[in-house]
């Protein structure tokens, strides 16, 4: 007796109610948008369900539709692990689609090298890149297999999740030109308490960053004027106004390559920034994703 659902439905119920879009689900799945609405129409009929509605805010899934997402996401991972199981991974074969979160701190100097790498090696797979923000959920991502990895520098990250650290990095203070600081060759503490600083969004909720954990540990605020949710924002902001952004050398060092800014040791015995890597447990094994962590590692070394 056939079966009704095959493996195409089952992943094409589940990117749809993920991503709410037909668009977005056939970007994700690699097909086109035709193809995607005729397996809807399909599920539809399977399941007696409109699963998707239109609302005043666009699409959104059902109340059955809401329930399947789980069962849906266990049996698409059962069905990986018996064809991993089957089929050692190969990159120059893999169609797989990758995920990796990280901040767009990372855009400048690390983000298009681990692509450049990935293209070479996997020429047939995708590689899904998220910004880390407050709206990213970054550790049901990890959970569900949106994502297989995530780069990141949290003081302290999220004790059930797999970490290994891939490199650390200098804190510096970066100003524009025509700052008055800049013509200072050492920023003292008390500068850098009367400054007016700039500083990025937090990309993780309820979590501080490495900068103001460390402040916080030595009693002292600083005074932040602006804030930005978009780190290579931050120099251009700098080249005409009298703020300072504290942050990494290496992030700082590429715009300075190009653009009118000034880096200074920063004072109060910052800590180096400590970056890291953090996978589930659910992915710990599976080859195809050890393989892309591998990649990241092999980044972050160069």
């Avoid at 049996?75 to 050692?88: F, G, K, R, T, V």
């Avoid at 450049?116 to 090696?121: H, I, L, M, S």
């Avoid at 009367?194 to 005074?223: C, E, F, Q, S, T």
């Avoid at 703020?243 to 300075?256: D, E, N, P």
Wanted: aromatic fraction near 8%; include cysteine; charged fraction near 25%.
């Amino acid at each position: 007796m056939a079966e009704p659902l095959d493996t195409h439905l089952l992943r094409v119920l589940y990117f749809v109610l993920q991503e709410k879009s037909v668009s977005r689900a056939a970007d994700r799945l690699g097909i086109t948008q035709p193809a995607v609405s005729s397996a809807l129409k399909r599920l539809r009929e399977i399941t007696g369900d409109d699963l998707l509605v239109r609302t005043r805010n666009g699409m959104t899934a059902t109340e059955r539709a809401e329930g399947l997402i789980a069962p849906t996401r266990a049996a698409l991972d059962a069905i990986d692990s018996i064809l991993l199981q089957a089929e050692p991974f190969d990159p120059l074969k893999s169609k797989r689609v990758f995920g990796v979160g990280a901040p767009d701190y990372f855009d400048a100097f690390f983000l298009s090298n681990l692509i450049d790498r990935f293209r070479a090696k996997v020429p047939h797979g995708r590689l899904n890149v998220r910004s880390l923000s407050l709206d990213i959920d970054f550790e049901r991502l990890l959970e569900e297999g949106e994502l297989d990895v995530v780069v990141g520098n949290w003081p302290n990250p999220p004790e059930y999740l797999r970490t290994t650290t891939l490199f650390d990095d200098e804190v510096v203070c970066v100003v524009g030109e025509r700052h008055p600081l800049a013509r200072k060759q050492v920023i003292t503490p008390d500068d850098y308490v009367a400054a007016k600083h700039l500083a990025p969004v937090r990309y993780a909720g309820g979590v501080r960053g490495a900068i103001d954990d460390h402040l916080h540990k030595l009693g002292i605020k600083r005074d932040i004027r602006v804030s930005l949710p978009y780190f290579h924002v931050a120099p251009y902001v700098l080249m005409t106004t009298d703020l300072v952004f504290t942050t990494g050398r290496r992030f700082a060092a590429h715009y300075a390559k190009f653009l009118p800014i000034k880096l200074l040791p920063a004072p109060l015995d910052f800590p180096p920034l400590r970056f890291y890597q953090l996978w589930h447990e659910r992915t710990h094994t599976a080859a195809p994703a050890r393989w892309l962590r591998e990649q990241v590692a092999a980044v972050a070394a160069g």
